[in-house]
């Protein structure tokens, strides 16, 4: 069985530009999620999805981040414009539904801004 | 907020030794507690999830302990092996308030075996 697909894995942009990342999740996930992981850091949610809908995003800096879950399936993460401070690890994870389910992770997308 | 603290941060050992890893954590309400594992570049790995009515899990050479009532984990590793070099993670899904179901993460013991 396929594991959680991301992309791309590795990123480099300037400053201003916008970034978009792609996260497929394992077949049969209806969660999925996406962290940020700085150098030395755990991962910190940035929002999670119950199907289509994203019901904990209070994480996602709105004014330039979003992210949409179309079908419930696959996600897109996306930055806009991208500032020095978001070079980071972005990885996408998913699981079943329920709190009692453990979560799978991507390989992760190395950001970097310059 | 559920704050989640990992000790050592690093810990270096001779092939074969058994080591124990250890994480805290202040909230008591959570659903469950995962240890991770992440090699450099690479997204992390699920080793062994605990349910909070449970004390332990074990696979293979992996076995973790959760004492919710005290907030604190531990994941031994028994013979270590240099291929078990990696940074650890846990994390903790927390179970009340604003953050339902949110995981926490500490931020990990770097670990290595060295032959």
């Known amino acids: 069985e396929a594991g959680v697909v991301q992309s791309p894995r590795y990123k480099i942009i300037e400053k201003k530009q916008p970034v978009a990342f792609w996260c497929n999740p394992i077949?049969?996930?209806?969660?999925l999620y996406w962290y940020r992981q700085n150098l030395g850091q755990g991962p910190e949610l940035l929002i999670r999805y119950e199907n289509e809908e994203a019901v904990d995003d209070s994480q996602l800096p709105k004014d330039r981040f979003s992210a949409e879950r179309l079908k419930g399936v696959d996600s897109t993460l996306k930055i806009q414009p991208a500032e020095l401070g978001d070079s980071a690890v972005y990885l996408c994870?998913?699981?079943?539904?329920?709190?009692?389910?453990?979560?799978?992770f991507g390989p992760g997308t190395r950001l970097t801004v310059t | 907020k559920q704050e989640v603290t990992q000790i050592p941060a690093a810990l270096s050992v001779p092939e074969g030794e058994n080591l124990v890893l250890n994480c805290s954590f202040t909230?008591?309400?959570?659903?469950?507690l995962q240890w991770f594992r992440q090699d450099p570049g690479k997204g992390l790995t699920s080793l062994l999830l605990?349910?909070?009515?449970?004390r332990e899990q074990t696979s293979g050479r992996l076995n973790a302990s959760l004492d919710k009532s005290s907030g604190r984990s531990t994941l031994y590793i028994a013979a270590s092996q240099p291929g078990d070099s990696a940074t650890y993670l846990c994390a903790v899904k927390a179970a009340r308030g604003s953050t339902l179901g949110r995981l926490y993460f500490g931020r990990g013991t770097q670990l290595t075996v060295w032959p």
């Open positions: 994870a998913s699981s079943l539904g329920g709190d009692t389910y453990e979560q799978y």
């Open positions: 605990i349910q909070s009515s449970q």
């Open positions: 077949s049969g996930h209806n969660t």
């Open positions: 909230d008591s309400a959570i659903y469950n």
